[in-house]
């Protein structure tokens, strides 16, 4: 399991509260669970 991390997580920048948790869930679905 050697894939990217989303670039966007709760730890690497500091956004609106929803567009982080949004944004990561979102961005993880489709780097790792892609349909």
Same mark, same amino acid.
């Given at each position: 399991?050697?894939? %990217?991390?989303? %670039?966007? $997580?709760?730890?690497? *920048?500091? %956004?609106? *509260?929803?567009?982080?948790?949004?944004?990561?869930? +979102?961005?993880?679905?489709? $780097?790792?669970?892609? +349909?």
């Amino acid at each position: 399991m050697n894939q %990217p991390v989303p %670039p966007e $997580l709760p730890g690497t *920048k500091s %956004p609106t *509260k929803e567009y982080t948790w949004w944004d990561s869930w +979102l961005q993880l679905h489709m $780097l790792y669970a892609p +349909l």
